[in-house]
C-alpha cells in the first residue's frame, strides 16, 4: 500500500510539475515570437551563430531560473545537437529555440521545448508553437495532450496510404549518415504516400502523436531533437524505435517513431 501512495504522490506532483513546466515554455516562446518577423540576414558562419546564440539567450534567460526554481537539483542540457546517455539523477533537456534558423528566416516552423529526464527516462515534457499558440504535454503515463485535448497516433495500416517525414542530418553530419539518409527517402518515396522533408524533427513528432502524419524517422539524432517527441507518440499510443526496429535510447543511431500499423513495415523500408 505505502509503495502504490508513494507512486500516485510522484505522480501528483510531476502533473504540477508539468504544467509550471508549461508555463516557464509559454513565456519563452512570447518572447522569442517578439523577435520573429524579419528575415536575419547573415553572410559568414560567425553571423549566423551569433544570430542563433542571441534566440537561444532570449529564451534561456527565462527558461533556466524557471525551471531550476522547479527542480533545483536537476542537472541542465541545452546543446541542442548533444547525444548519447545522461549521468544518474533528474535533468532538464532544453531546446530554447528548436527550428532556430526557421525563426531567422521567418519561416514559421519552429518551438520551445522543453523535458525533465529522470534515470535516463523521458518523465514530462512541453513543446509549444508560440506562432499558433499550441502547447504539446506528455507525462509518463497519463499520456499526451494538446491544450488539454487527448492526442492519439493514426489508424493507418498501410504504408501505402501514409504521410511519412523526416529530419535532415545534422550540420557537417559524417558523409556515411547523410547517404544513408538520402537512400532512406528514396525507399520512402517508392512505398509510402507522401514523404516530408524538413527541421525541426519535433514538429514533425507533434505530428505523429496527434495523427496527422503516420511516422517520422532520423539518423543520428540529438537528445533534444528527439526526446520529446519520443514521448509524445509514447503516450499517444505510437511505436518507437530506432530504424531496425530494436528498443531506441539516446545512444542509439537511428530513431523511428510511428504508428502501431506502419511501424513494421516502415521497419523494412528503412532495413533495405
Known sequence: MSEKLHTADVAALDADLLDQTSIAVRAAGSALRERFGEVVRYQSREELMRALAVNDDTALDILRPRLTRLRPDAGWVEDELDGGALPPGEWWVVDPAEGNVNHLHALPEWAVTATLVRENQPVLTTVHLPLTGET?????????????????????????????????ARPEEDEEVVRRVGSSITAMLFDALVVRTAVPATLHLT????????????????RADLLPGALLVTEAGGQVSDAQGRPWTPQSESFLAAAPGVHTPAVATLSR
Open 207 to 222: 505530428n505523429v502523436a496527434a495523427g496527422r502524419i503516420d511516422a517520422f524517422w532520423q539518423f543520428a539524432g540529438a
Open 136 to 168: 504539446y504535454t506528455a507525462l509518463a503515463g497519463a499520456g499526451a495532450h494538446l491544450d488539454g485535448r487527448p492526442l492519439h497516433v493514426s489508424r493507418t495500416a498501410d504504408l501505402g496510404l501514409s504521410i511519412v517525414a523526416t529530419s535532415q
